[in-house]
Protein backbone atom coordinates (compact mmCIF):
# COMPACT_ATOMS: atom_id res chain seq x y z
CA UNK A 1 0.00 0.00 0.00
CA UNK A 2 1.27 3.39 -0.78
CA UNK A 3 1.65 5.64 1.82
CA UNK A 4 2.23 8.95 -0.12
CA UNK A 5 0.56 9.30 -3.16
CA UNK A 6 1.05 12.65 -5.57
CA UNK A 7 -1.21 14.07 -7.95
CA UNK A 8 -1.48 17.19 -9.60
CA UNK A 9 1.37 17.41 -12.25
CA UNK A 10 1.84 18.58 -16.11
CA UNK A 11 2.49 20.33 -18.61
CA UNK A 12 2.27 24.04 -18.87
CA UNK A 13 3.82 27.15 -20.45
CA UNK A 14 6.26 29.58 -18.58
CA UNK A 15 4.37 31.53 -16.20
CA UNK A 16 1.60 29.21 -15.57
CA UNK A 17 0.50 27.59 -12.62
CA UNK A 18 0.33 23.85 -10.90
CA UNK A 19 -0.84 22.70 -7.69
CA UNK A 20 0.37 19.35 -6.70
CA UNK A 21 -1.44 17.61 -3.71
CA UNK A 22 -0.40 14.93 -1.91
CA UNK A 23 -2.67 12.27 0.48
CA UNK A 24 -1.17 10.45 3.21
CA UNK A 25 -4.19 8.59 4.53
CA UNK A 26 -2.13 5.58 6.79
CA UNK A 27 0.19 8.60 8.29
CA UNK A 28 -0.02 10.15 11.69
CA UNK A 29 0.11 13.13 9.45
CA UNK A 30 0.02 15.70 11.84
CA UNK A 31 2.99 14.83 14.03
CA UNK A 32 5.62 15.36 10.72
CA UNK A 33 6.78 17.64 9.11
CA UNK A 34 6.18 17.11 4.99
CA UNK A 35 8.13 18.19 2.22
CA UNK A 36 8.40 18.72 -1.22
CA UNK A 37 11.36 17.55 -3.45
CA UNK A 38 12.44 17.97 -7.34
CA UNK A 39 14.78 15.65 -9.53
CA UNK A 40 15.56 17.33 -12.86
CA UNK A 41 16.91 15.06 -15.44
CA UNK A 42 20.63 14.23 -14.68
CA UNK A 43 20.67 16.42 -11.41
CA UNK A 44 20.40 15.45 -7.86
CA UNK A 45 17.05 15.51 -5.89
CA UNK A 46 16.33 18.84 -3.97
CA UNK A 47 14.11 19.88 -1.24
CA UNK A 48 11.93 22.25 -2.64
CA UNK A 49 9.94 23.03 0.79
CA UNK A 50 8.94 21.49 3.72
CA UNK A 51 6.12 22.87 6.72
CA UNK A 52 6.14 21.51 10.19
CA UNK A 53 3.36 20.60 12.20
CA UNK A 54 3.39 24.04 13.53
CA UNK A 55 3.04 25.14 9.67
CA UNK A 56 6.43 26.87 10.12
CA UNK A 57 7.44 26.85 6.35
CA UNK A 58 11.06 26.89 4.00
CA UNK A 59 11.70 27.14 0.68
CA UNK A 60 14.22 26.26 -1.84
CA UNK A 61 15.64 30.19 -2.58
CA UNK A 62 15.02 29.69 -6.60
CA UNK A 63 11.07 28.65 -5.67
CA UNK A 64 10.09 31.79 -2.91
CA UNK A 65 7.53 34.28 -3.76
CA UNK A 66 6.77 31.92 -6.57
CA UNK A 67 5.70 28.39 -4.42
CA UNK A 68 3.63 28.09 -1.93
CA UNK A 69 3.67 24.76 0.48
CA UNK A 70 0.51 24.30 2.90
CA UNK A 71 -1.31 21.49 4.48
CA UNK A 72 -4.16 19.98 5.79
CA UNK A 73 -4.36 17.99 8.68
CA UNK A 74 -7.75 17.04 8.83
CA UNK A 75 -7.50 15.55 4.84
CA UNK A 76 -3.63 14.24 5.47
CA UNK A 77 -2.78 16.12 2.50
CA UNK A 78 -0.28 18.39 1.91
CA UNK A 79 -0.19 20.71 -1.13
CA UNK A 80 2.34 22.88 -3.11
CA UNK A 81 0.88 25.78 -5.16
CA UNK A 82 3.58 26.68 -8.12
CA UNK A 83 3.01 30.34 -9.73
CA UNK A 84 5.14 31.61 -12.38
CA UNK A 85 6.56 28.46 -13.29
CA UNK A 86 10.05 28.65 -15.44
CA UNK A 87 11.29 26.08 -17.48
CA UNK A 88 13.99 25.07 -14.83
CA UNK A 89 11.21 23.97 -12.14
CA UNK A 90 10.85 20.92 -14.77
CA UNK A 91 11.03 18.09 -12.58
CA UNK A 92 9.75 14.77 -11.12
CA UNK A 93 8.14 16.13 -7.48
CA UNK A 94 8.12 14.13 -4.85
CA UNK A 95 6.60 13.91 -1.78
CA UNK A 96 7.94 12.95 1.59
CA UNK A 97 7.35 12.44 5.36
CA UNK A 98 10.48 13.55 7.28
CA UNK A 99 10.97 11.09 10.05
CA UNK A 100 13.66 10.71 12.11
CA UNK A 101 14.16 6.49 10.39
CA UNK A 102 14.06 8.06 6.70
CA UNK A 103 10.44 8.48 6.29
CA UNK A 104 8.23 7.79 3.20
CA UNK A 105 8.65 8.77 -0.12
CA UNK A 106 5.93 9.09 -2.81
CA UNK A 107 6.51 8.05 -6.29
CA UNK A 108 6.16 11.38 -7.96
CA UNK A 109 4.58 13.19 -10.24
CA UNK A 110 6.04 14.86 -13.24
CA UNK A 111 5.95 19.11 -13.84
CA UNK A 112 6.70 19.81 -17.44
CA UNK A 113 7.40 23.98 -18.21
CA UNK A 114 7.57 24.16 -21.75
CA UNK A 115 6.79 26.65 -24.75
Known amino acids: QEQLVESGGGSVQPGGSLRLSCAAP????????MGWYRQAPGKQRELVAF???????TYLDSVKGRFTISRDNAWKTVFLQMNNLKPEDTAVYYC?????????WGRGTQVTVSS
Open 96 to 104: HQEASWGGY
Open 26 to 33: GLAFSMYT
Open 51 to 57: IAPNRTT
